[in-house]
């Protein structure tokens, strides 16, 4: 089992381009989250995924988008990329049928820079 | 609204010594607590967890927590600290909507001295 992957690790951006991370889980889970890590704020959650072919808004939306593919792949784009934006992102999954409450798993962390 | 609040972004401590994390949180309905654990340039780990019934928790690597919800606290605890203990620590409540969402706090970097 891999677990959570998340491509590419590192990733260097321009001011006003877009891009897309990739995110893909193997424990069969249905819940899936992306969140961003900044210094000092902790984790805050971008968009999160209850099961396949939904998505809803965290606390920190603006400027991502983001896709249920299927139940293992979920991914966020940003389409006009922000220096603002220059962040670690962690996707994570977790089995939310029987309770909420069950452990995340989180992926590797993809470095994103924009300049 | 849930939210928490982790007491000191940095904690150094001596090898061997008592190490102290502390996490206080605000919520409306009873808490689902966890700490998770962040070693450099990886992923957050579950350390521990807190739903129900006994209030003392006890996770992995000799770390333990304790529930009091007259303080409304979550603070981690290990007795004696190993240099491969040096990671960021968070603490997390479960959103309110039973959603499976996480509010984090904001982490706290252990440093562990020989």
């Known amino acids: 089992n891999a677990g959570v992957t998340q491509t590419p690790k590192f990733q260097v951006l321009k001011t006003g381009q877009s891009m897309t991370l990739q995110c893909a889980q193997d424990?069969?889970?249905?819940?899936m989250y992306w969140y961003r890590q900044d210094p000092g704020m902790g984790l805050r959650l971008i968009y999160y995924?209850?099961?396949?072919?939904?998505?809803d808004k965290g606390e920190v939306p603006n400027g991502y988008n983001v896709s249920r593919l299927n139940k293992r792949e979920f991914s966020l784009r940003l389409e006009s990329a922000a220096p603002s934006q220059t962040s670690v992102y962690f996707c994570?999954?977790?089995?939310?049928?029987?309770?909420?409450?069950?452990?995340?798993?989180f992926g590797p962390g993809t470095r994103l820079t924009v300049l | 609204a849930q939210s928490v609040t982790q007491l000191g972004s940095h904690v150094s401590v001596s090898e061997g010594a008592l190490v102290l994390l502390r996490c206080n949180y605000s919520?409306?309905?009873?808490?689902?607590l966890f700490w998770y654990v962040q070693y450099p340039n990886q992923g957050l780990q579950l350390l521990l967890k807190?739903?129900?019934?006994?209030?003392l928790v006890k996770g992995i690597n000799g770390f333990e927590a304790e529930f009091k919800k007259s303080e409304t606290s979550f603070h981690l605890t290990k007795p004696s600290a190993h240099m491969s203990d040096a990671a960021e620590y968070f603490c997390?409540?479960?959103?309110?909507?039973?959603?499976?969402?996480?509010?984090f706090g904001q982490g706290t970097t252990l440093q562990v001295k020989p």
């Open positions: 994570a999954s977790s089995d939310t049928t029987g309770t909420p409450h069950n452990e995340q798993f």
């Open positions: 424990m069969n889970h249905n819940s």
């Open positions: 995924s209850a099961s396949e072919g939904t998505t």
């Open positions: 919520s409306s309905v009873p808490p689902y």
């Open positions: 807190y739903t129900t019934g006994a209030t």
């Open positions: 997390a409540v479960s959103d309110s909507s039973n959603t499976g969402k996480l509010i």
